[in-house]
């Protein structure tokens, strides 16, 4: 049941314009390059950039920076996808439709959740990638080797967590689609302006620094707020009504 | 097949649902009711989309459970089907969660007379298209009860007769039961055997038709001219001067002695049990 639900709601996801995304970061990596700025015109971006390029000591780290610049496009492509799987079909009733046959909450929640981390985890490693490839073509078959590609591989996993959890929460609490869309989008945004080390995007910098010298308990704050806020989602989700 | 106990249901500080209790037996019940009755509220909670404050529902003799919902199939009044998929993928998809086989969905879908369009996107259909498609859903794998909110309302007048038959022959061929809720009652009554009437969320009546005639209604015959008639009571309804008749020996007797002409004798219809019903609770 789990599977055919999620082939569903994968279906259903890449309804949306992924190859333009990936078109979109293809451009958004070139344009970081050829500029050194961190791609854009965001000041941002640039600060980003700035520590990515004072922190990489290697390739590698300037991977894990990358993966760690992306995150306003990656809240971007979260707040839509989050918005339109979840808001949207709540407040059209296709949720309401889907929940009249034999699908439990627990699964539907479950298989949407798990499609858009699939879609926006292969985003970031797309373009992560593809930054790599950008780079220096020769390092792709090294960093695909390297033990670090664990450590790469985390921050990624976290950046999508925490701005997954955030979008779902937004999404399932508004049903609202342009609320879900501009609510999380704004949120997203709000965290890039903050310049604390344990606040996202930079909590993943300071984070990656400690899984090289050693782990704090606070480097837990972030995964553990993207859980909690998962799982309050998905009580609203399962308590909710379909009216 | 569905049993409803004390159930209540407010929206802030509305109350939907007052103490609501009935149950749907086999066969083609009707869910009437004016506007803000609660019968789609009702619904809902049968489905176990929207949680009572008080009260349970038991499908099939057991507690709510999604797995129940395989039994029941559903035809909301207001709800968006995957516009980007084409009619057949979401069919396909919703027969592989109930276990029906694709000879299944054709065969419904052919019943249903949605069989050209199933190719198309869902986005090209036309309101009757998506009801059709729908009832399709609804029908698929021959469920035990088919629970339809509003189901005619998209459709023209000989869509609907279309789909008064469809519903008839799935119960008489298949044996699937159905809960209709509709305000449209001369179509309901061709249907249905039994009713369950809300007014302001509360159960004013629940049984077979017949029964509810038996219950408010007397006989009635419309005659000409209405003079020296006896053994009943003349009332007006929807402007029609008729007859009740309280002892059928008298007035047959005062109506030969009068040379009255006895124009015909006036069944009540499911309209008329509606108002009678309603006249009665108010007060």
């Known amino acids: ?243 | 097949m569905i049993d409803v106990k004390n159930i209540e249901k407010s929206f802030r500080d509305i109350k939907a649902l007052k103490d609501l209790s009935f149950t749907v037996e086999k066969g083609i019940t009707g869910l009437i009711g004016p506007n803000g009755a609660g019968k789609s509220t009702t619904i809902k909670i049968i489905l176990g989309l929207i949680h009572p404050n008080k009260g349970e529902v038991k499908l099939f003799g057991k507690k709510f459970s999604s797995k129940s919902l395989k039994d029941i199939g559903v035809l909301h009044e207001k709800c968006t089907f995957p516009t980007n998929k084409k009619g057949i993928e979401y069919l396909k998809y919703m027969a592989s969660l109930k276990n029906v086989s694709e000879k299944e969905i054709h065969e419904t879908a052919e019943l249903c007379g949605i069989c050209h369009a199933l190719e198309r996107k869902i986005r090209g259909y036309s309101a009757g298209m998506i009801q059709r498609l729908g009832l399709v859903d609804a029908l698929l794998g021959y469920p035990k009860l088919v629970i339809l909110d509003e189901p005619t309302s998209n459709l023209d007048p000989l869509a609907r007769i279309e789909f008064l038959k469809l519903i008839q022959q799935f119960y008489q061929d298949y044996n699937v039961s159905f809960l209709i809720s509709t305000h449209i009652l001369p179509e309901l009554e061709k249907v249905c055997d039994s009713v369950i009437i809300l007014n302001e969320g509360e159960l004013l009546e629940c049984g077979k038709i017949k029964n509810l005639i038996k219950k408010y209604f007397r006989e009635e015959y419309i005659v000409y001219p209405i003079i020296n008639i006896k053994g009943g009571k003349i009332k007006e309804r929807n402007g029609v001067m008729i007859v009740e008749v309280e002892n059928k020996k008298e007035f047959l007797d005062s109506v030969n002695r009068n040379y009255v002409e006895l124009l015909y004798k006036k069944d009540p219809n499911l309209e008329d049990i509606f108002i009678e019903v309603l006249k009665c609770s108010e007060k």
């Open chain 1, 1 to 243: 049941m789990f599977r055919k639900i999620m082939k569903w709601e994968l279906s259903n996801i890449t309804r949306f314009p992924i190859l333009e995304i990936f078109v979109f970061l293809l451009v958004f990596n070139v344009f970081s390059l050829i500029t050194g700025a961190g791609g854009g015109s965001s000041g941002t971006l640039q600060s980003w950039n700035t520590i990515a390029t004072k922190v990489s000591e290697n390739f590698l780290r300037e991977s894990v920076s990358y993966s760690i610049q992306v995150f306003l496009p990656l809240g971007l492509f979260a707040s839509i996808f989050a918005s339109l799987s979840f808001a949207y079909e709540m407040e059209k009733g296709t949720t309401k439709l889907y929940l009249s046959h034999p699908i439990d909450r627990t699964t539907l929640f479950t298989a949407k959740v798990f499609s858009l981390f699939l879609v926006l985890f292969s985003v970031i490693i797309y373009s992560v990638l593809l930054r790599t490839f950008f780079f220096d073509p020769s390092l792709f078959n090294y960093i695909l080797t390297n033990d670090r590609i664990l450590q790469l591989l985390l921050i990624c996993f976290l950046n999508v967590l925490f701005v997954l959890s955030i979008t779902v929460f937004i999404s399932v609490l508004t049903k609202n689609t342009a609320f879900s869309f501009v609510g999380s989008f704004f949120i997203i945004y709000v965290l890039t302006l903050i310049r604390s080390n344990y606040v996202p995007p930079r909590f993943f910098f300071t984070l990656n620094d400690h899984l090289n010298k050693g782990l704090y308990i606070s480097d837990l704050g972030v995964p553990l707020i993207s859980v909690l806020l998962l799982l309050f989602s998905y009580y609203l989700f399962k308590r909710g009504e379909f009216p």
